[in-house]
């Protein structure tokens, strides 16, 4: 800071003040603001299209820290009739805020819209994060088609405001035949069979794609294959479409669909026949099927994408077989190659070749990362895994500017309402341009919230100055940490998992239905609360602290009873379920670390590595010694070893 007050006098009101003011506005959660009922009131009045009595809401909501969302939503209501008045007013006072973008990108959509590229021009630069949708109007307002090309070789949706755009490219000559194809195949690969229908319209009739039937193929692709007709492979349109039929077999069984390949391939071009064989080695990759490797030489000469390199590297490493490693890495991009994991998996390829010296330079480029394989890496060059000294804590001045924030404030006036999506949003923007000083007093402003969740995210930021008591934060103590020692659990361990589930979040809910702290399904807690002979159990307390750690923990030491007592092996179980953990053992026994890089399911393999690196972490901390990843990811043992007996868990 640059301001030096003139006395000890004046530095003491300063910092007295400071702290006042922080306590203020740190204890605001505690405190039911007046106009929240207001503010619910006016978001449904939005949700239902209400502007008159949105504008009765906005009139209560003056001096309320969410008065700025609901502007947004009556201009909003005001956009979608076509009515802009008071957005530029809004975008000026809010300038740089996270309602500024996203009313910005409103306003750009329905500029590009009715065709108001003059406008439309003048906004677009003010915009930092621009959708698909926002930028295949921008196309159209540059007159340049060819700016939608990334978009269509991505593979993802386009918005129907690419179509003009598209069809600008076509026209022009400048998308060609392949491309086209390419991006059909990535739609097959990913299911969207109607998104693939729609890309092959752009395919000129001699290619002779016939697209009617796909949803029969992918629901039965092998009566396709048994039905080919003779004069199939005369087209590429019918080619394609029984490269389908193979590709969706191989998602059923690879060995299926390596049999029929083989009697069909010599049907197809040399780059068909690659693409096919890509395809089936892909799948019995997944499936940790030993044919994989020699499947994956048959596609030399097809681009395969980043999801099929990585699986020829994990296929080669749950075969052991180090020079197949090293050769699948150096054929990937240089980007990808350069991704930790593959750094870390070709030094070890190196080593195991006698490359000590090249093997040492790729650790050294991800070591010190505080990441699974930063510390692996870490390991390998003969460092422990320890936590950086602690940077000085944030000054009550340092505190004084996160907690008036505007931004941050909203955050927390959100979560406070329940609204935590829009919250973390609005969290997220307000840290932009901010440098480690002003994250980690961020972080401990959401700390003293109890807001765990953002104090680890923002913590997480921070580039030089760091504090790994924020990025692993501990709550809850006196509740958690006596139920992991009475059933012998490691305490790093637990907190690694649960801040991996929930980040302590205690009313987070997934997807699936998941609940609590340790993120319970209701039935799995059902099944356990019965077990243990939980008294006053009731499907609506899982949520409930006391409930939800007694009964993730129980689980958790089952789990791990049942799978060697590895926290491997459980951790995955815990994730994706104790009888997959199983059937991703090999035949023989392998490191903890390829098997947690050879989970099929990539939610899973990435849980498992950020539980264990997070378990290490929070052990450095509780015991103030340095730990080792690699011991703790151990051995796994091989399929069937120590399972003789085991109560089948939910």
């Not at 480690?436 to 959401?446: I, Q």
């Not at 080792?628 to 109560?647: D, H, M």
């Amino acid at each position: 800071m640059n301001y030096k007050p003139k006395s000890a006098m004046s530095v003491s009101r300063i910092v007295l003040a400071a702290f006042s003011l922080a306590a203020a506005v740190l204890s605001a959660p505690a405190l039911a603001e007046r106009g929240d009922e207001a503010l619910l009131l006016a978001r449904d009045a939005f949700r239902n299209g209400e502007r008159v009595r949105l504008g009765r809401q906005l009139e209560a909501l003056q001096g309320h820290p969410l008065q700025p969302w609901a502007e947004y939503w009556a201009l909003r209501l005001r956009l979608d009739d076509g009515d802009a008045d008071g957005v530029a007013d809004f975008l000026t006072r809010q300038a740089g805020s996270y309602l500024a973008e996203k009313l910005r990108g409103d306003w750009l959509r329905v500029l590009g819209k009715v065709g108001d590229w003059e406008k439309f021009r003048r906004e677009l630069p003010a915009l930092v994060l621009p959708d698909a949708e926002v930028s295949c109007y921008a196309a159209q307002a540059a007159g340049n088609a060819d700016m939608v090309r990334p978009l269509w070789n991505s593979g993802q949706d386009l918005p129907q405001a690419c179509e003009t755009v598209v069809d600008q490219l076509v026209d022009a000559g400048g998308l060609t035949v392949e491309e086209v194809w390419q991006r059909v195949r990535r739609l097959f690969e990913a299911k969207r069979v109607g998104a693939a229908r729609s890309a092959a319209a752009y395919l000129p009739a001699v290619e002779g794609f016939d697209g009617r039937g796909l949803e029969a193929i992918a629901q039965s692709p092998t009566r396709h294959l048994d039905k080919l007709p003779a004069g199939f492979a005369a087209k590429r349109g019918s080619r394609e479409v029984a490269l389908f039929a193979i590709q969706r077999t191989a998602r059923n069984d690879p060995q299926d669909a390596a049999t029929r390949l083989a009697r069909i391939e010599a049907r197809f071009g040399a780059e068909e026949r690659a693409y096919a064989w890509g395809q089936v080695a892909w799948q019995a990759a997944l499936r940790h099927q030993p044919e994989a490797l020699a499947w994956y030489e048959k596609a030399a000469g097809t681009a395969l994408s980043e999801d099929q390199q990585a699986w020829r590297v994990r296929a080669a490493l749950r075969a052991h077989d180090w020079s197949a490693v090293r050769h699948a890495i150096t054929a990937m991009p240089p980007p990808l190659a350069a991704q930790p994991e593959w750094t870390y998996w070709q030094g070890r390829a190196l080593a195991a070749g006698n490359q000590l010296d090249a093997a040492r330079l790729n650790y050294l480029k991800i070591g010190g990362q505080p990441n699974f394989y930063g510390n692996l890496a870490d390991e390998e060059l003969g460092r422990a895994i320890d936590v950086p000294p602690h940077a000085l804590a944030p000054s009550a001045e340092e505190l004084t500017l996160a907690a008036g924030n505007p931004g941050l404030q909203r955050a927390l006036a959100l979560f406070r309402l329940d609204m935590r999506v829009e919250g973390v949003r609005e969290w997220v923007w307000a840290l932009r341009g901010m440098d480690d000083r002003a994250l980690l007093a961020a972080a401990e402003f959401a700390r003293r919230n109890e807001i765990w969740d953002r104090a680890i995210n923002t913590a997480d930021r921070t580039r030089a100055q760091h504090n790994y008591s924020l990025r692993y934060v501990a709550p809850f103590s006196d509740r958690v940490r006596p139920k992991a020692d009475e059933l012998a659990l490691d305490n790093g361990w637990v907190y690694g998992l649960m801040r991996q589930e929930s980040r302590f979040v205690m009313n987070a809910k997934s997807s699936v239905g998941a609940k609590g702290l340790m993120q319970l399904m209701p039935a799995t807690a059902k099944w356990v609360a019965k077990k243990i002979n939980l008294g006053n159990f009731h499907p609506a307390r899982v949520a409930e602290m006391e409930t939800n750690v007694t009964l993730g923990t129980h689980y958790l030491k089952m789990v791990l009873k049942s799978l060697d007592n590895h926290p491997v092996l459980a951790s995955a179980a815990y994730n994706a379920g104790p009888g997959r953990a199983r059937r991703w053992r090999a035949e023989r026994p392998m490191e903890g670390a390829i098997y947690a890089e050879t989970i099929p399911f990539a939610e899973t393999r990435d849980y498992v590595k950020k539980v264990m690196s997070n378990a290490v972490y929070y052990n450095t901390l509780f015991s103030g010694h340095p730990q080792s990843l690699k011991a703790t990811l151990g051995v796994i043992g091989a399929r069937g070893q120590g399972e003789n007996g085991v109560e089948q868990l939910p």
